[in-house]
């Protein structure tokens, strides 16, 4: 997540209500003040009805939506073709009608491209794949055929290389969750009611989260054109930045650290949640230091695809469990994990008492396809990660208090089995534990303690283990 998307959400949460001046006097200023008051609510309750649910279905599904969504998704796989092979030069881009009808291409494997692009572009072109069908109004589930069609026709005729199946299937898999996700942001960043530089503002926000909307918007005038108040949906976000000391191989170090977390929508809002994604949360770390030297980047992501809203603990309405979908992309001190995986989850609010809240929710996940960096791979299959099914678990529980703050604790876990050499597998995880305490205004200072650790089990090959602990103090901003 770029700096550019995260002004770009902070941009979609609602604007502080200027305060009014109060009168020098009594008396009729009062019930000026109070009539003001009930206008403006009325406004607002006016507009709250004429609103527009842009992430809902706005015209009727017709057959001849597909092969339109389907051709603007082959329109961007052209042009990606035009900047891989004539802008960057890259060697796989060199195709010829040769490469393209050669048989020995059609024996589908595993690739050796960098981790980077296997775990995070292939996800991203898919999810750009995904806006193509979204723009024709189709939803979640109807949108599955563009991407895959999409990323066959891009693996079997725009490379040299032979098709992959780890990028087919990363693709299919991870590219609709991430543009579901993508989509729903850029929903809130527009408002076609804003005009001149707020206007073009938001538009461009739009456009930086969901570049294939924005363009779309431009060709059709719909960047310009005048409509309904959009529909809002209830997002929290909390931003951090601060330092923190790391302890790896008996050595401490200083380094600094920024996380962002969003929270879209409410899963105990309705009693079903029928519509993927109604309800997902994002965390993002961007910290000095990764295990190849350079920055690093951890990126969470989970949702619910469907659901209902249960009683739990004696309290209704309280309890909500579902199937879920998670895409994962990290990079630190100590292990490069990428994956995406489709599993149970739940969650649950219980009320103890006071301004007191308990928080805990979990999921457990089937992966098709993860990978994970590998100190033996290398040598046998030219990458230095593994690739391979696998599956993924997570626990949360937190504590809080209105106007007061919050403790907090988390665990994750992805186990990934190697599917070629060398035959072994792969265990990651994350726990980590902190407090905020509310100064004011959403403001607030907190510290968390944070422990990454990995294993590599291998049958040929010794087993290996590395992990880091990180103290870490900073200063938070909710909104």
Request: aromatic residues 10%.
């Amino acid at each position: 997540m770029s700096p550019s998307l995260l002004l770009s959400l902070l941009l979609s949460a609602p604007p502080a209500r200027a305060e009014a001046p109060l009168p020098a006097g009594g008396g009729e200023e009062g019930g000026v003040e109070e009539e003001a008051a009930a206008e403006e609510a009325a406004a607002e309750e006016a507009a709250a009805e004429e609103a527009v649910d842009l992430d809902a279905r706005q015209r009727p599904l017709r057959w001849w939506r597909y092969p339109l969504a389907l051709g603007e998704a082959l329109a961007f796989n052209g042009a990606l073709h035009l900047g891989t092979r004539y802008v960057f030069d890259f060697d796989w881009a060199h195709i010829s009608w040769q490469t393209m009808t050669d048989p020995a291409r059609r024996r589908w494997t595993f690739d050796d491209n960098v981790f980077a692009t296997n775990a995070f572009g292939h996800p991203y072109q898919g999810a750009m794949y995904y806006s193509t069908a979204r723009i024709h109004d189709l939803t979640y589930l109807e949108s599955l055929p563009v991407v895959v069609l999409a990323s066959w026709t891009w693996e079997r005729f725009l490379e040299t290389e032979p098709p992959s199946i780890n990028d087919q299937i990363t693709t299919s898999w991870s590219g609709p969750f991430v543009g579901e996700v993508l989509w729903r942001l850029s929903s809130q960043v527009l408002d076609e009611r804003t005009t001149g530089r707020r206007r073009v503002l938001r538009e461009l926000g739009a456009g930086l989260i969901d570049p294939i909307r924005g363009i779309d918007r431009l060709v059709t005038g719909q960047a310009w054109r005048t409509g309904a108040p959009r529909l809002r949906v209830p997002m929290h976000h909390q931003l951090a930045l601060g330092v923190d000391l790391v302890e790896q191989a008996e050595d401490w170090r200083f380094g600094s650290r920024l996380h962002y977390e969003l929270a879209y929508g409410d899963p105990l809002a309705h009693d079903r949640l029928t519509r993927p994604l109604d309800a997902f949360d994002v965390h993002l770390d961007v910290h000095d230091r990764s295990l190849r030297g350079g920055p690093g980047l951890s990126l969470y992501m989970d949702g619910a695809l469907i659901g209902r809203r249960v009683d739990a603990l004696g309290q209704p309405d309280s309890g909500f469990v579902g199937l879920y979908q998670a895409t994962d992309f990290v990079q630190n001190r100590v292990f490069e994990l990428g994956d995406t995986g489709l599993g149970p989850g739940g969650l649950l609010v219980h009320h103890v008492g006071g301004p007191w809240d308990l928080g805990i929710g979990g999921m457990l996940l089937f992966v098709p396809m993860g990978a994970v960096d590998s100190p033996y791979t290398q040598d046998v299959v030219g990458r230095d990660y593994v690739l391979g099914p696998g599956g993924s678990g997570q626990l949360r529980a937190g504590l809080s208090g209105a106007g007061i703050g919050q403790l907090y604790a988390e665990a994750r876990a992805t186990w990934i089995a190697s599917a070629s050499e060398p035959h072994g597998s792969e265990r990651v995880g994350l726990t980590r534990t902190g407090f905020v305490v509310q100064l004011w205004r959403g403001a607030g200072l907190g510290g968390e303690l944070e422990w990454h650790d990995r294993v590599s089990l291998y049958r040929d090959h010794p087993d290996f283990h590395r992990d880091f602990l990180a103290v870490m103090a900073h200063a938070t901003l909710e909104l």
